[in-house]
C-alpha cells in the first residue's frame, strides 16, 4: 500500500497573537499593541526595513470612535528605538473634509495626531496614484493604489475593527483595500457608473454604488493591489466597536464592549480573528460581512485559517 504523505501533512496556520482589553489594562494600549508588533516581528523573525510608514484612519471631523494618536505611541516608540524613520501615512477621501490634502491636514490636527509627522499619500486632491495590476480577481485587472503607499517595501497598517454601512464591518482588509486606494480609486472602487475626474461621488444616489456583497468583492481585490506580494505588518484595535465608520462624522456609542489588541501578518486572518472572538463573546454574529473571508482567501489576500494566541 502506498501512503499519500502529502495530505497527511497538515498545512500550517496563521498566527494571530491577542491581549484582550479590560478595566485594568484600558490605560495600557499603547504599550499592549507595542509588545504585540515586537512578539510578531521576533516569533516571524522579520527583517525591519530604515522606513516604515504607519498607516492609520485619523478619524474625521465629528467622529470621536477613531483610535486617539496615543494608542499608537508605543508603536513609535518602538520604532525610533530601532532607528527606523517613521510617519504617519493616510490618502484622502473622495468627499468630504478631508478630500483634500490641505483641509485633511486640518482635520488631522484637529483629531490630535502631533506626535509624527503626517504624508498625504496621494496628493493634494487625490489623483497621485499608480495603477497595480492583479490577475485573481473578477471586479477590477488593476487598481488605482496612492503613489506613497505603493512605495515601501514594509508598512505597518494599524486598523479600527468596527462595523460598516457598506461592507457590513471594517478591519485590515478595508483599511487595505479603501485605506490605500486613492481619492480616485475609492470613487472606482464604489462606483457602478463611470464620475469624470472633475466630478466625484452623490452619496445621495445610492443606486448608483456598490454595496454589501459586491462592495466587499471590489475592496479585498483593491486590498490585493496594495498588499503586491509585500509582507506587512497588521496590528488592530477592536476597542470602541461601533456601528459604523471613522469616516462617519456624526459622535457613536458603542455597541460592544471592548475586545482587544491584535496583531499578525495576514490580513485576512486577524479580521476573521476578530471576527470570530467577539461572535463567540457575544453568542451571535455581530456584523454582516463575513462572507468576505472565504473570497479573499480565494483571490490569494491571505488565510482564513488562523491560530489565535493569547499574549499578556
Not at 494571530?16 to 523573525?45: G, M, P
Not at 516608540?77 to 504617519?88: A, G, H, Q, R, S
Not at 490577475?135 to 488605482?144: A, I, M, N, P, R
Request: hydrophobic fraction near 35%; proline fraction near 4%.
Amino acid at each position: 500500500m502506498t501512503l499519500n504523505f502529502i495530505n497527511l501533512i497538515k498545512p500550517m496556520k496563521t498566527k494571530v497573537l491577542f491581549t484582550s482589553i479590560t478595566k485594568n489594562n484600558k490605560n495600557n494600549i499603547a504599550d499592549i499593541a507595542r509588545r504585540l508588533l515586537e512578539k510578531t516581528i521576533s516569533d516571524n523573525n522579520i527583517k525591519l526595513e530604515k522606513e516604515i510608514p504607519l498607516k492609520i484612519h485619523p478619524g474625521t471631523r465629528g467622529n470621536i470612535s477613531y483610535v486617539r494618536a496615543e494608542n499608537y505611541q508605543g508603536i513609535i516608540d518602538f520604532l525610533k528605538e530601532k532607528n527606523i524613520k517613521t510617519y504617519y501615512i493616510e490618502t484622502n477621501t473622495a468627499t468630504g473634509p478631508r478630500s483634500n490634502t490641505t483641509s485633511h491636514l486640518q482635520v488631522i490636527k484637529e483629531n490630535g495626531f502631533a506626535n509624527l509627522p503626517f504624508v498625504i499619500a496621494d496628493g493634494e486632491k487625490g489623483f497621485d496614484h499608480v495603477k497595480v495590476k492583479i490577475d485573481t480577481g473578477k471586479h477590477f485587472q488593476s487598481c488605482l493604489i496612492a503613489g506613497k503607499l505603493a512605495e515601501p517595501k514594509q508598512i505597518i497598517v494599524t486598523s479600527h475593527f468596527k462595523g460598516h454601512i457598506m461592507s457590513g464591518f471594517g478591519g485590515a482588509i478595508k483599511q487595505l483595500g479603501i485605506g490605500f486606494a486613492s481619492a480616485r480609486g475609492k470613487i472606482d472602487a464604489h462606483c457602478k457608473i463611470t464620475i469624470p475626474d472633475n466630478e466625484t461621488i452623490d452619496w445621495s444616489k445610492r443606486d448608483i454604488l456598490y454595496d454589501g456583497k459586491e462592495f466587499r468583492q471590489r475592496s479585498a481585490e483593491y486590498a490585493l493591489a496594495a498588499v503586491n506580494h509585500k509582507q506587512y505588518l497588521y496590528v488592530t484595535y477592536a476597542i470602541s466597536i461601533v456601528e459604523n465608520c471613522d469616516c462617519d462624522g456624526a459622535p457613536m456609542k458603542p455597541i460592544y464592549e471592548d475586545l482587544g489588541i491584535f496583531a499578525s501578518l495576514d490580513p485576512v486572518a486577524i479580521d476573521k480573528a476578530c471576527f470570530d472572538l467577539l461572535q463567540k463573546r457575544e453568542g451571535k454574529k455581530p456584523f454582516d460581512g463575513d462572507d468576505i473571508f472565504a473570497y479573499a482567501e480565494e483571490i490569494g489576500l491571505g488565510s482564513t485559517q488562523y491560530e489565535l494566541i493569547q499574549f499578556s
